[in-house]
């Protein structure tokens, strides 16, 4: 399978393109590639594929900001971000063309179309949700009771609008159709002009007795909790999709979905990097020069470590496997241990003469960088 092009691509578009500089692009390559103007050419039907596909996300708001941040997944509704919704055909938001056009007289004469039928099944709108975790619960995965206002059906009329005993009745005004057609006759003929129905509000039903409680919408707003797994290994701004937790459809349209964003906490000892752990930790002279057995804290024990005798500030040692562990993977990252030479302070008199005899005890020869230092020096210097 052909692997999908950028859809800024497709519309001949530069990524951070205006709403209005979208839609010009796209009349442009459907003006271009209809079917009608380009009868039995596959080639010319695939690319108005493609720039209808493109244009149904980058024309509406949410699946534009998912499609900048994620790419083809962020739309995707195999990849757990929720698609743009291609129809039976592959047209994926085709009635936009009609909205844009109205009908397909905008296209210059083309004969046969319908508008769309507002009467389709639509889903409902996705939501975000934005939570704060600590270090410990992104790394182990943790279970979080959550709230979120939003619209639900209305369990009074179950979602239809009618008070409960009584129904929708199709508008007289339109038939049920959601659309009038005027014609207008002109010294060139006759022409027919498709609007909205004033009446219904292009729903093709009417509602003479509202639900008291949603008052003839449907839905009413409230505050669900929700409980929800996270996963070991998320981080800043990971995402993870809870599906059919969005707002309610319309027509027995699915409901949306509910993206929650993660925020996680900074530690006081590790830094995260990716799946690797960084710590920094202080010791002597004496554990630096001779060797010796540290005690390293990591995110769930504490290990012992032998530091080689001789060993340079800044040394830097990996301890496999003690890192975060990747989403939904066995695996780990590591952890890396950065060690920092301490120079002791606040020294009494008895300390410091300890340190003198150390000082007369330990010659020259055993500093091998300064003494490299001091030989640079010395041929700039001659």
Known sequence: MAEKRDYYEVLGLKKGAS?????????KMAMKYHPDRNPDDKEAEEKFKEANEAYSVLSDPDKKSKYDRFGHAGVDPNAGFGGFGGGAGGFGGFEDIFDMFGGFGGFGGF???TRK???QPKKGRDLQKAITITFEEAAFGVKKDIEISKFVKCSTCNG???KPGTSKKTCPTCGGS????????????AFQNVTTCHHCGGTGTIIEEPCPDCKGTGRVRKTV???IDIPAGVDNESVIPIRGQGEPGTNGGPAGDLYIVISVKPHKLFERRGNDLYIEMPITFEQAALGAEIVVPTLEEKVSYKIPA???????????NKGIKYIRREAKGDLYVKVNLEIPTKLNGKQKKAISRMAEAVTEECYQKKNSFAEKLKEIFK
């Not at 709403?19 to 009349?27: G, H, L, N, W």
């Not at 959601?178 to 003929?189: C, P, S």
């Not at 001789?310 to 496999?320: A, H, S, W």
Request: proline share 5%; charged share 30%.
């Open 19 to 27: 709403d209005e500089e979208i839609k010009k692009a796209f009349r």
């Open 111 to 113: 004969g046969g179309g």
């Open 117 to 119: 039928n507002p009467n």
């Open 160 to 162: 239809e609008g009618a």
């Open 178 to 189: 959601g659309q009038v057609v005027e014609t207008k006759r002109t010294a060139f003929g």
């Open 225 to 227: 909790k929700l409980s």
């Open 310 to 320: 001789g060993t340079q500030p800044g040394t830097v040692f990996r301890l496999k």
